[in-house]
């Protein structure tokens, strides 16, 4: 059983992009498309969560994601609470679930997590059932609002996922959002997906798509090439990879994007590392769509927290 899913398949929760499906996947990404807005306009917003409050709970740093969740739920209308983990009683010796706990205890409607341990946003949601658990971010395992959003992205340049090869490329052994994007491609129908990585960081685990160690094979004739960051913070100092060594042998420059097709996408999570994962041509040229992710990023999680708190009215 999906236990983000009530008996009727709808989501009480969000806890990972395996096993949605395609018809939950589709209705979140036309609602995201809703409240999207381009760079540059006036942002969306609505007051039809006015009243409900949304905690988000970082135990692990954030930039992006934090502070999309946090303009999501504004522009909901909801109210938000930020804790910064790094001073609060966690570091007094108080359990993740008495934190999370103590604050849904507050008359919260939705808790957004953020943590380094594999399974913690399922102990909530399984501990916590009468509040909307969001992962934001769970080890190397699921980050499925990163996932929608790239696909998302995706779908704003090749509406048809059926005809596209998308390249996935860097440290997918320690890649959450790795793991989400490819669950959510191979579910909306991708035709390929390479997964382009060194041999010392290649998964352990079982991911949608094929494997590749030659950069320049694995991005051939691709319409789409996601970068990915090194996560040192999950590698042992020894293994950390020499970065010039690893920008010749897998990072996206110039010439090595002319091996995918000429209109190819070129993505990346954030925070880059320029000049180890990505160079600054390619980054910021006319094939990147990296602040576009980032923008769609609030819209999608408006139509997350949207669907969360109409399933707990
Ligand atoms: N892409 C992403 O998760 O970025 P943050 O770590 O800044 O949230």
């Known amino acids: 059983m999906n236990m983000q899913l009530d008996d009727n398949r709808r989501l009480r929760h969000f806890l990972s992009l395996e096993g949605l499906g395609y018809d939950a996947l589709d209705r979140l990404l036309n609602r995201a498309s809703e409240f999207s807005a381009e760079i540059g306009a006036p942002a969306v917003t609505t007051d ?11 135990f692990e740093p954030s930039t992006r994601t934090r502070a999309s969740f946090e303009l999501a739920a504004r522009r909901l209308g909801c109210n938000v609470l930020n804790l ?62 990163q996932g929608l959003l790239d696909a998302m992205t995706i779908r704003q340049h090749f509406p048809d996922f059926r005809k596209l090869h998308i390249a996935i490329v860097g440290d997918i052994r ?15 129908g991708c035709g390929e997906i390479h997964l382009v990585a060194p041999r010392e960081l290649q998964p352990d685990d079982e991911i949608p798509g094929e494997l590749f160690t030659d950069m320049d094979a694995g991005v051939r004739d691709c319409d789409v090439v ?44 954030g925070p880059m590392n320029r000049g180890t994962e990505i160079s600054d041509e390619v980054a910021d040229g006319s094939q990147s769509v990296i602040w576009q992710q980032v923008n769609n990023g609030v819209a999608v999680r408006m139509a997350v927290l949207a669907e969360l708190l109409e399933n707990r009215n």
């Open 48 to 58: 039809a969560f006015r009243g409900r409050t949304v905690a988000n709970l970082f």
């Open 174 to 188: 320690h890649s959450r959002v790795a793991r989400s994007a490819a669950q959510a491609f191979s579910q909306l």
């Open 84 to 145: 910064d983990l790094n001073v609060s009683s966690t570091s007094k010796g108080e359990t993740v679930l008495d934190t999370a706990r103590t604050i849904a205890a507050m008359n919260v409607d939705a808790l957004v997590v953020r943590h380094g341990d594999a399974g913690t946003q399922e102990m909530l949601a399984r501990e916590l059932p009468h509040v909307a658990i969001l992962n934001a971010g769970e080890a190397h395992l699921n980050h499925p609002t």
């Open 226 to 269: 996601m970068m990915l960051r090194i996560q040192k913070e999950r590698m042992q100092a020894g293994n950390i990879p020499d970065k010039k060594a690893y920008f010749e042998a897998f990072g996206l420059d110039a010439r090595r994007l002319e091996f995918a097709r000429p209109n190819a996408l070129v993505m990346h999570p």
